[in-house]
């Protein structure tokens, strides 16, 4: 099994819709959680963090399921400046960090 | 804040040329990644320092492949020689600890002739 599993999509969304992104991770290790958004041609960018609890931030929602290893992102009424690639990101196991390959996300008007 | 600062932003070499990519982190952060992204293989880590000691370059991929971090301030990511398979974007990260938020630098685009 892969160490992160990410659907490379692209998904391709209306704008106002609600998409969500899974990811799974295989190291049971793995303390900390994070999402972030890479635009075209451009570096990645922190989107936020992943909270045991749950979290959101405005139209974003990251959500951590231990038990069944994987992280989600939801985005409720997408705008086209969402448009773009979001990597799941696992940190933990003698301080590894990995990166998932990405899921693109193209919002459409 | 300046952020993560890298050199050059594009590179062209041929084929057998070293080439040399530079790194300067943000004031504070203990800890430097290098990471290199190609549309087949995604963001894969190359090596990472904390307080300026690598601490796992397993995904260096070869020999070819040197880095150094002198001091809290500068790294390189030496590729001696370079091939054409080497073609991809460099990143430079730095966080506070290995495990904290990544910033990232703009990235250096490397193309081997």
């Known amino acids: 099994r892969k160490e992160v599993e990410q659907d490379p999509g692209p998904f391709n969304v209306p704008e106002g819709a609600t998409v969500a992104f899974n990811c799974t991770y295989s190291?049971?290790?793995?303390?900390?959680f994070f999402w972030y958004r890479q635009d075209c041609r451009k570096e990645p960018k922190l989107l936020m963090s992943?909270?045991?609890s749950g979290n959101e931030d405005g139209r974003f929602t990251a959500q951590l399921n231990r038990a069944s290893q994987y992280i989600s992102l939801l985005i409720r009424d997408s705008k086209l400046s969402d448009s773009a690639t979001y990597l799941c990101v696992f940190a933990g196991g003698y301080q590894k960090v990995t990166f998932g390959t990405g899921t693109k996300l193209q919002v459409i008007p | 804040d300046a952020g993560v600062i890298q050199s050059p932003r594009h590179e062209v070499t041929e084929m057998g040329q070293e080439v040399t990519l530079r790194c300067k982190p943000i004031?504070?952060?203990?800890?430097l990644f290098w990471y290199r992204q190609t549309m087949m293989r995604g963001l894969e880590l190359l090596i990472y320092f904390n307080n300026n000691v690598p601490i796992d370059d397993s995904g260096m991929p070869e020999d070819r492949f040197s880095a150094k971090m002198p001091n809290a301030s500068f790294s390189t990511l030496k590729i001696q020689p370079s091939e054409p398979r080497d073609s991809a974007v460099y990143f430079c990260?730095?966080?506070?600890?290995?495990?904290?938020?990544?910033?990232f630098g703009p990235g250096t685009r490397l193309l081997v002739l």
């Open positions: 190291n049971s290790a793995s303390q900390s």
């Open positions: 992943v909270y045991s």
């Open positions: 004031s504070g952060h203990n800890s």
């Open positions: 990260a730095s966080s506070p600890g290995p495990q904290g938020t990544q910033y």
